[in-house]
């Protein structure tokens, strides 16, 4: 359905895309996840046909959307990460603004407007003003205003950043069904690998301008199967107990965290003793151990030596 062959986009000297390939096939639910900077947004805003590309190409198709820019944008909505709304007007009122903007008018235009609002629950708040809003309430009106026109695909970037856990849940929950029950193409943009875990069949995980790995979430976690993670909570880091751990061949990578270290080992390694030991030698105190079979995260960890979140 679309396709982005050697996408990169460079603004004066930064290259923010680098080179971008993947492919969005009708029905499916795919995810792009990548940490702050990675360049999502640059190439959500590309494949949406509000920025033009520096180089590579965006098919719709089999159609370059920027040449035939028609054919994709009646099909399209797209959820844009900063929220795009008119503070000081209800949730109707920019329903409606909008709904006109997609050429909606008359009765079809109520129709779409309750119907919308019923579907991000939001319709017994539709008459105060957007600034009385919650920041999830303005997501979803958002979300809702993307879906005015019935478009096949939707595009969302970082749609449950910063907002409270009950309208993220909302917001996922709603996600899954226009995808699921609606038959909705979805691209999802995230920097949670729980989300993507959740929702998404398919992956593509991005950094620094490209996509460093892809495939269904079966495909990126057997490039782990080998291994698993074993996280160790301490009171304190302490220098002296990383640089053991540093030092032991078999753990094939470390990372710090906030009162953590999460190392990834070859399966049926046993180092729980030597953790120990390491941690009575340097005075560490550990307040918990767990070993777990790989997530999406680890993948992550494992292809950059970073976590996905700052
Ligand atoms: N208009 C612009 N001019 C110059 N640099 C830009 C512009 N837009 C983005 N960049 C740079 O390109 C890189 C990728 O940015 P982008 O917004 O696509 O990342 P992202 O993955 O969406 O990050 P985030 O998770 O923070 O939203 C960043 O280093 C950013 O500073
Ligand atoms: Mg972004």
């Given at each position: 359905?679309?396709e982005?062959?050697?996408?990169?986009?460079?603004?004066?000297k930064?290259?923010?895309?680098?080179?971008?390939?993947?492919?969005?096939?009708?029905?499916?639910?795919?995810?792009?996840?990548?940490?702050?900077?990675?360049?999502?947004?640059?190439?959500?805003?590309?494949?949406?046909?509000?920025?033009?590309?520096?180089?590579?190409?965006?098919?719709f198709?089999?159609?370059?959307?920027?040449?035939?820019?028609?054919?994709?944008?009646?099909?399209?909505?797209?959820?844009?990460?900063?929220?795009?709304?008119?503070?000081?007007?209800?949730?109707y009122?920019?329903?409606?603004?909008?709904?006109?903007?997609y050429?909606?008018?008359?009765?079809?235009?109520?129709?779409?407007?309750?119907?919308?609002?019923?579907?991000v629950?939001?319709?017994e708040?539709?008459?105060?003003?957007?600034?009385?809003?919650s920041?999830?309430?303005?997501?979803r009106?958002?979300?809702?205003?993307?879906?005015?026109h019935?478009?096949k695909?939707l595009?969302m970037?970082?749609?449950?950043?910063?907002?409270?856990?009950?309208?993220?849940?909302?917001?996922l929950?709603?996600?899954r069904?226009?995808?699921?029950?609606?038959?909705?193409?979805?691209?999802?943009?995230?920097?949670?690998?729980?989300?993507v875990e959740?929702?998404?069949?398919?992956?593509?995980?991005?950094d620094?301008?490209?996509?460093?790995?892809?495939?269904?979430?079966?495909?990126?976690?057997?490039?782990?199967?080998?291994?698993?993670?074993?996280?160790?909570?301490?009171?304190?880091?302490?220098?002296?107990?990383?640089?053991?751990?540093?030092?032991?061949?078999?753990?094939?990578r470390?990372m710090?965290?906030?009162?953590?270290?999460?190392?990834?080992?070859?399966?049926?390694?046993?180092?729980?003793?030597?953790?120990?030991?390491?941690?009575?030698?340097?005075?560490?105190?550990?307040?918990?151990i767990?070993v777990?079979?790989?997530?999406?995260?680890?993948v992550?960890?494992?292809?950059?030596?970073?976590?996905?979140r700052?």
């Amino acid at each position: 359905m679309i396709e982005v062959k050697n996408l990169g986009k460079t603004f004066k000297k930064k290259v923010a895309v680098e080179d971008v390939n993947m492919y969005l096939e009708e029905g499916e639910s795919v995810g792009l996840l990548g940490p702050n900077g990675a360049g999502k947004s640059t190439t959500i805003s590309m494949i949406s046909t509000l920025l033009p590309p520096t180089k590579g190409t965006v098919k719709f198709n089999g159609k370059d959307v920027f040449k035939h820019p028609k054919e994709l944008r009646p099909v399209l909505g797209v959820v844009p990460q900063e929220i795009a709304l008119y503070e000081e007007l209800s949730a109707y009122e920019n329903m409606k603004f909008f709904g006109k903007v997609y050429g909606l008018t008359g009765k079809e235009l109520e129709d779409k407007i309750q119907e919308t609002l019923e579907l991000v629950g939001l319709k017994e708040r539709q008459k105060d003003a957007v600034d009385t809003y919650s920041g999830g309430m303005k997501r979803r009106i958002n979300i809702a205003v993307a879906l005015m026109h019935d478009p096949k695909i939707l595009i969302m970037d970082e749609p449950t950043v910063g907002i409270d856990p009950q309208s993220r849940n909302y917001i996922l929950d709603m996600v899954r069904k226009l995808n699921r029950e609606k038959g909705l193409t979805i691209l999802y943009t995230s920097h949670y690998m729980e989300e993507v875990e959740k929702l998404c069949d398919r992956v593509y995980i991005m950094d620094h301008g490209q996509i460093i790995a892809s495939g269904t979430k079966e495909e990126l976690k057997s490039i782990l199967s080998n291994e698993e993670t074993v996280t160790i909570q301490v009171e304190e880091l302490k220098k002296e107990f990383s640089d053991l751990l540093s030092s032991q061949q078999r753990i094939n990578r470390m990372m710090e965290g906030e009162n953590e270290y999460n190392l990834i080992v070859s399966k049926g390694e046993q180092l729980l003793g030597e953790i120990f030991d390491y941690a009575r030698q340097t005075q560490v105190k550990i307040i918990g151990i767990h070993v777990q079979t790989p997530t999406l995260e680890d993948v992550f960890l494992h292809l950059t030596g970073r976590k996905l979140r700052d």
